[in-house]
Structure formats: structure tokens, C-alpha cells
């Protein structure tokens, strides 16, 4: 157990606790997105969709849970990093100025992802940890996006989740060790797609139900 405590205090070990957590909030993003698309296709689809994963039970409350912990150990372990960074050099953030180049995704990624922790908190307890013995999860969304405010919150979110993907999904590839010129302009161009299908995807939703559905 001495190496796993000490490769997971190094720099390298943190980086990859990093890359293997950002990989599976990416991959639930996709699957998230893709349940909740089913709302453009009637309140019904969605419901069901919806009992559909209630069904689980304990599964997807352990689900839930540990993206909560995921989330958890990304952000702290990436703050940690950024002040090591920032300590031993400082004004400089943990990536290489020279290999995948600067953006707004890359100079914000410790305060993106701060936002998007307290956005997770947030999104779970109005909508996954509140009684929904009442109500249908239809009405519930439906409800809530009827207020502008939290729809600029929840917009504004996905532009953040945006910007951290835009980064983030290069980032995890370079630290598992797949940076190379020939592949890294494919890798950077498919997180940017990605960083807009999300964006978009997500951030359009409460705008159709406040002003179309």
C-alpha cells in the first residue's frame, strides 16, 4: 500500500486521479445529456426516462453520490496542484505554456471548477435529494425553469462546464500520455466539440422550457 500512498502523493499521481475523475464527469455529462434530451420529445418520454432511473433505487443513489465524490476529490486535488504550481512558480498554472497552448479554458480551470462543484451541489439538492412523491420530475423541471433567475443560473453553469470540458478533455490526454503533434490538434479540436455539444445541450434546455415548452 506504500507505493499506491505514494504514487498518489505525487505530482503524477495527482494529475492522474485528475484525468481518470474528469474522464468519468465527461462521460456522464454524454449520458446525462442524453436522458435529458428526451424533455423535446413530451413530457411523457421524459417522465419515463426519468422513472426509469428512479427505478435503480440504490444504485443510482450510490451513482449520485459518487460523482458528488468525484467531484470532490477533482477539485481538491486540481486546487492543490495550482498552489504547488503557484508556490514553486508563481504565475504559472500547472499546464505547459508550450504544449496545447493558452485559452480561457486553461487560465480558469481552478475556478471552473469550483463553480461547478458548488453548480453540482446545487443542481442535486433541487432536483435528486427533494420529495418527488407529489409531483412528476416533468413539473418539477418545468417549475423551476419558470423562473428566469435560475435559468441565467443553470446558463450560465453550462458555459462554465463549457470552458473547464474545452481544456479539460485535452489536459487528461496529455497526462495519460497521448501528446504528440500528430495527434494532439484532433484531441484539442474534439474537446472543443465537445465542450459546445454540452454547452449547448444543456444550457438551451431551460431556455426551451421557459420560452417554448
Not at 458528488?68 to 498552489?83: D, M, S
Not at 453540482?120 to 420529495?131: G, Y
Amino acid at each position: 500500500m506504500n507505493w499506491l500512498t505514494q504514487t498518489l502523493g505525487s505530482s503524477i499521481g495527482k494529475k492522474l486521479m485528475m484525468a481518470i475523475t474528469g474522464l468519468s464527469f465527461i462521460g456522464f455529462l454524454a449520458a446525462h445529456l442524453a436522458g435529458n434530451l428526451t424533455i423535446y420529445f413530451g413530457k411523457d418520454s421524459f417522465n419515463s426516462y426519468a422513472e426509469h432511473l428512479h427505478s435503480l433505487g440504490p444504485v443510482l443513489t450510490a451513482a449520485e453520490l459518487g460523482l458528488l465524490t468525484f467531484a470532490l476529490i477533482h477539485v481538491l486535488t486540481g486546487a492543490l496542484l495550482f498552489y504547488q504550481n503557484w508556490r514553486a512558480r508563481p504565475g504559472r498554472y500547472v499546464v505547459d505554456r508550450s504544449s496545447g497552448g493558452r485559452s480561457i479554458g486553461s487560465r480558469t480551470m481552478p475556478y471552473t471548477g469550483f463553480i461547478i462543484l458548488a453548480f453540482v451541489m446545487f443542481h442535486l439538492l433541487n432536483f435528486s435529494f427533494v420529495d418527488k412523491s407529489q409531483t412528476t420530475i416533468f413539473e418539477l423541471v418545468a417549475n423551476s425553469f419558470q423562473n428566469p433567475i435560475y435559468v441565467l443560473i443553470y446558463v450560465a453553469a453550462m458555459v462554465v462546464v463549457a470552458l473547464h470540458v474545452s481544456h479539460g478533455f485535452w489536459s487528461l490526454f496529455q497526462t495519460i500520455g497521448a501528446n504528440h503533434p500528430k495527434y494532439t490538434p484532433a484531441i484539442t479540436l474534439i474537446g472543443l466539440l465537445l465542450s459546445l455539444v454540452f454547452g449547448i445541450g444543456f444550457g438551451f434546455i431551460p431556455v426551451y422550457i421557459l420560452f417554448i415548452a
